[in-house]
């Protein structure tokens, strides 16, 4: 497709369940992102990754958070045990070359509710 | 560390009257300057971004901004607003050598009839 494709779009998950969520970035899109955004809040950094490398992941709350690349180009982020804070939309982006080329061009996000 | 302060959580205003949403920042180094909007269900969208050069900044949908490094502001301006403008709007910045781009905590902008 022609934009950042994110599923699923909505997920509700119990307590402790684990989730897995998609990321299908831009084709050729080299940088890929990961945000956390919670109700009425701005978006937090969560990780990043260059190809199929993660070269930051300062920003993954918990050790309950895992997110991989494996061939540099569909990107999965899995939350393992899930609890009610995790719940948030999260949103992937992707840019053709580093953040300071200035746009990351954002998916729709999938938005997780643990009940 | 860089941070973002958006002012104002929420501003109304009425259609065709202009409208300038605020946004501070904090930075140890140069910056880059990018806001973002975000229409309902929607993913966000760049509407604009500061790299260097000219400190007035021209985006899409008729806004500009402009970066002001003593006052380390950012501010979004549009002369005329319309209905379709209504939507949240988010303050970014990041120093370039940082991968990560750090967001304010947005303004929801409404625009009456």
């Known amino acids: 497709g022609a934009g950042v494709s994110q599923s699923p779009r909505y997920k509700v998950a119990k307590r402790g369940q684990d989730v897995a969520l998609r990321c299908d970035p831009i084709s050729g899109h080299v940088s890929l992102f990961w945000y956390q955004q919670a109700l009425g809040q701005g978006p937090e950094f969560l990780t990043y990754?260059?190809?199929?490398?993660?070269?930051?992941k300062s920003g993954l709350p918990s050790d309950r958070f895992f997110a991989e690349r494996p061939e540099g180009s569909v990107s999965t982020l899995k939350i393992q045990r899930t609890q009610q804070e995790d719940s948030a939309v999260y949103l992937c982006?992707?840019?053709?070359?580093?953040?300071?080329?200035?746009?990351?061009?954002f998916g729709e996000g999938s938005r997780l509710t643990v009940l | 560390a860089q941070s973002v302060t958006q002012l104002d959580s929420q501003v109304p205003v009425f259609e065709e009257a202009p409208v300038e949403l605020r946004c501070n920042y904090s930075s140890s180094v140069s910056v880059y300057l990018f806001w973002y909007v975000q229409y309902p269900n929607q993913g966000l969208q760049l509407l604009l971004k500061y790299l260097s050069g000219s400190t007035l900044v021209k985006g899409i949908n008729g806004f500009e901004a402009e970066f002001n490094k003593s006052q380390t502001s950012f501010h979004l301006r549009k002369p005329s607003v319309h209905i379709s403008d209504t939507a949240e709007y988010f303050c970014a910045v990041s120093d370039g050598s940082a991968r990560q781009l750090t967001f304010g905590s947005g303004t929801q902008l409404t625009v009456l009839p």
């Open positions: 982006a992707s840019t053709l070359g580093g953040l300071n080329t200035g746009e990351l061009f």
């Open positions: 990754f260059q190809n199929e490398a993660q070269l930051d």
